[in-house]
């Protein structure tokens, strides 16, 4: 049965109802009036008051009449409430005063005639005109008729009120009102019918003055049945509120797009792509994203490129393909900045591989439309950051390849199976062709100083040719030739360096090294002469008055002597040396280094181990001393063991200075017993070293054999890095996260990577006491060596021409 | 770019608009350095954290168009 012919239950057609009956179906009737049934109410009023035609029923009857004309009417079908309200007032006459204003709100919304609600306006008793002042109210969709009504005297206060709402509704919708405009408006109280309109002008001129509060404000005391209330929801979307419109009409669309300039319909839109995005529903946000670029397209030049930017990189975040977004966004053969965005856009999200191959064919497609030049710094400088895209760590490029070794990626690349922007050198090579910029010649040396050396020389001499006033070419070509064993090359090298800043601390740093190493190598050669010019030359540096470096620079002196066969000058020069450096450890140590480091045959003067005889501390103190003076020359030290032992036993007492440099000493030799030792010692003597004593604590745990004393090692790091991060200690909190990136962690403690977090200060103290109490020496193992080669993972990844075909196929079908 | 810089500045002078005065100071930092153009011009501008931030950075006009949209809207009702 279609709903038009469905029959109420609780009316018979036959039986007049007694008394309960009447009362059951009035409650029936409420019960459909007031789910908003009003055809079924009227069906049920209208069954009842044929079988007991009395007053109550038929009251009952007009009730739900009433409510059924107000029903057509909220619809809009204000024809058909008319003329049921007419039938209404003509079949039941007695009851013609309660239908009335239905009648006249009804021919108001039909026709806009606001004649008769008027004229019933100027005789009704009170309690009728607040139902007819009510009813103009919601039927006042335009004030100027009001105004314009000849029925109303020039002189009557809602004659004059309308004319005022009219006069500034216009006003304030045509242009910023002049301040106290509104004041015209006082006089409307708050049950007029012009009530609503007032607040509709105080509303739509706080949206002028940008106070959405008070548009807000105002719009929320506009009575919903009001007819201003129909422009709400619109002023509430023009001022900010996130809410979309129900169903809007073409008047509301194109309302909102003439205030705002689109700016109410992109928010519209935009909320329908992120609820695509949300739901993973490509289609959906392709059609979203479509209605989207286009309102963006009438916003002004400068929003587009962030809006394209924005979009991509959350599509692309949304695992969307991009193709079909791109042939949306990209306008012609010359929006080459589409084509930019879409590679930033690939880059940003981690997907390099695809970032390169884009960012070359925006490069190449700019250039081909002279968007670009060809050379200069524009080119270089965007090669130069495809070079840097790449990942420096071959390991993880090979594996993205998918190759085994650099050789069979660059085979591929040389077949064309992969392209040949993924080659870095090329890429950093195109850079320097057509810009030779100290950027791109920094980045080419240290693209070749690791695969081929002689070539990262040869830039670096290019570098140097092309910026003869940069000092960097010069210190690289420094380190090289000193790498290579040619000293006077590398000294003319810093000589030059020198003429271009004497004070430089690399040169200064540069020129000690290679002094030093001249001078050790002429001594090992037993050219003494050749040693001693280097020597003198290497004393009257600044570097060489470092800490303990005079004494160093006299070992070698000493040496010198021994080599010449000067048994008495050497006497003389080892017991100046120990009385300048006061520790026989000490003494010791530096001779029998410099004897190592040259080939020397020490003979009685160095051998013994004098730290038997001394003082621990004093002991200690030399030993200390002597790992901060070699292990920094990166000299042979070769400590005694006995003393080692003694350290490792008990290392209390020492200076926490020195027992820093025992931590250093013992993590650089592999002794992490040591390192172990001298660091508990220094976490009890609670210094300023704090941090530091517990990333040594903590990497010499990281040895340990046991998953309980990684467990340590863990906290200990953690603790090292949110101290030196508060201490500002930067280096120290750098060390200790790469600390922890190494550390090979328990099973237990996988799933948590905790490595991230800081730990609080309560958290650091109880580490701190808990090392302090540890008492049992855990066993270590050797370090494991530093950047392996990692595993491959089983999972094959998509190989790279796949990965950058959405590039490539839009390139191709758009170009 | 310098005599579009002190036009600016002239307008929303630093005594009397100084949000505005500091928005221009550092645009035209940004504008004058030649590298940071060029990083703009090749890398920028970069992506806003959320789609929805994108409401905020369109141009937010408030036109007078006259009573007569307005009016049709409120008349839509009847039919």
Redo the contacts between chains.
């Keep these: 049965m279609s709903k038009r012919h469905r029959r109420p239950p609780s009316a018979s057609r036959t039986d007049a109802p007694d008394g309960s009956g009447v009362a059951a179906v009035r409650a029936h009737v409420d019960d459909l009036l007031a789910r908003g049934k009003t055809r079924d109410a009227v069906e049920a009023a209208r069954q009842l008051y044929k079988a007991a035609r009395t007053a109550e029923t038929e009251a009952l009857l007009v009730d739900a009449y009433g409510a059924r004309i107000r029903a057509l009417m909220a619809t809009g079908l204000t024809r058909e409430a008319r003329e049921l309200a007419s039938l209404v007032v003509e079949r039941h006459p007695g009851t013609r005063a309660r239908i009335l204003p239905l009648l006249h709100e009804t021919a108001a919304r039909a026709g806009g005639d606001l004649g008769p609600l008027l004229a019933g306006l100027a005789s009704a008793d009170p309690a009728t005109r607040r139902d007819l002042e009510r009813t103009l109210g919601r039927v006042l969709t335009d004030c100027r008729a009001l105004a314009e009504d000849p029925r109303l005297s020039d002189g009557d206060p809602l004659r004059q009120a309308a004319r005022a709402a009219s006069e500034l509704f216009q006003a304030v919708t045509s242009g910023p009102l002049p301040d106290g405009a509104l004041a015209r408006l006082d006089g409307v109280s708050r049950h007029s019918p012009l009530a609503p309109w007032k607040l509709l002008i105080r509303a739509i001129d706080a949206y002028y003055r940008r106070d959405d509060a008070a548009v807000l404000a105002n719009l929320s005391a506009i009575p919903p049945d009001a007819a201003p209330a129909r422009l709400a929801p619109l002023l509430r979307c023009l001022a900010g509120e996130a809410k979309p419109i129900d169903r809007p009409s073409l008047g509301d669309r194109v309302l909102l797009d003439k205030v705002s300039g689109g700016r109410a319909r992109f928010r519209t839109e935009l909320a329908g792509l992120i609820d695509a995005i949300r739901g993973r529903d490509q289609r959906q946000a392709l059609v979203a994203a479509r209605n989207l670029i286009e309102t963006a397209r009438s916003a002004s030049d400068t929003f587009m490129p962030t809006f394209a930017s924005t979009l991509l990189t959350h599509w692309l975040h949304a695992n969307f393909d991009p193709r079909p977004l791109m042939t949306l966004l990209v306008r012609g053969r010359s929006d080459v900045g589409t084509l930019r965005q879409l590679a930033l856009a690939l880059e940003r999200v981690g997907a390099w591989e695809a970032a390169v191959p884009a960012w070359d064919g925006y490069l190449a497609t700019a250039q081909q439309i002279a968007a670009m030049p060809h050379t200069g710094r524009e080119p270089s400088r965007l090669l130069l950051h495809m070079a840097e895209l790449i990942p420096t760590d071959i390991d993880e490029l090979l594996d993205v390849a998918d190759v085994e070794d650099e050789e069979e990626l660059q085979e591929l690349i040389r077949d064309g199976a992969l392209p040949d922007c993924l080659d870095r050198g090329r890429l950093l090579e195109r850079a320097r062709t057509a810009d030779p910029d100290a950027r791109v010649f920094r980045a080419l040396v240290a693209h070749w100083e690791t695969r081929d050396p002689r070539r990262a020389e040869r830039e670096a001499d290019a570098w140097r040719a092309r910026h003869p006033r940069d000092l960097e070419p010069l210190l690289f070509l420094a380190r090289a030739a000193e790498r290579r064993g040619a000293h006077r090359k590398a000294l003319d090298w810093l000589d030059a360096a020198e003429v271009l800043d004497r004070v430089h601390p690399d040169v200064r740093r540069s020129r000690f090294r290679v002094l030093l190493s001249s001078g050790e190598r002429h001594l090992r050669d037993r050219q003494v002469s050749a040693a001693l010019r280097d020597i003198d030359r290497l004393a009257v540096g600044p570097e060489a008055a470092a800490g303990d470096r005079p004494a160093y620079v006299e070992a070698l002196r000493w040496a010198a002597a021994r080599c010449a066969g000067e048994t008495a000058s050497a006497i003389e020069r080892r017991r100046d040396l120990g009385e300048r450096l006061g520790n026989p450890v000490l003494l010791n140590l530096v001779l029998a280094s410099v004897a190592a480091t040259i080939g020397l045959d020490t003979g009685g003067d160095v051998g013994v181990d004098p730290s038997t005889a001394m003082p621990k501390v004093a002991a200690v103190e030399g030993l200390a001393r002597a790992a901060d003076l070699l292990l920094a020359l990166d000299r042979p030290l070769h400590a005694p063991p006995d003393l080692v032992r003694r350290i490792e036993l008990n290392p209390r007492g020492a200076a926490p200075a020195h027992l820093y440099s025992l931590c250093t000493l013992g993590l650089r030799t592999n002794r992490q017993s040591l390192a172990y030792a001298a660091s508990g010692a220094g976490l009890e003597a609670d210094t300023e070293l704090t941090h530091r004593f517990l990333l040594a604590r903590g990497r010499a745990l990281a040895t340990g054999r046991h998953e309980q004393e990684r467990e340590r090692a863990l906290r200990c790091l953690r603790a090292a890095r949110t101290l030196a991060t508060r201490l500002r200690d930067t280096e120290t909190s750098r060390e200790a996260s790469l600390a922890l990136r190494e550390l090979e962690l328990p099973p237990w403690l996988m799933d948590e990577a905790p490595e991230e977090d800081d730990l609080p200060p309560a958290a650091i103290r109880r580490v701190i006491e808990d090392e302090r109490n540890a008492t049992a020496a855990p066993s270590f193992t050797a370090l494991p060596p530093r950047g392996r080669r990692r595993r491959r993972p089983d999972r094959r990844r998509p190989s790279l021409p796949s990965e950058a075909q959405p590039f490539l196929d839009f390139k191709e079908r758009e170009l | 770019m310098r005599a579009a810089y002190l036009a600016a500045v002239r307008a929303h002078p630093p005594d009397r608009d100084p949000i505005a005065f500091q928005k221009i100071r550092e645009a035209y930092d940004l504008i004058r350095d030649a590298e940071r153009r ?2 703009l ?8 954290e959320s ?5 905020g ?11 007569e ?11």
């Design positions: 060029l990083e011009r090749l890398f920028g501008p970069p992506p806003l789609l929805d931030a994108l409401v950075l369109f141009p937010d006009e408030r036109r007078h168009v006259g009573p949209a307005w009016l049709t809207v409120l008349r839509e009702t009847r039919r």
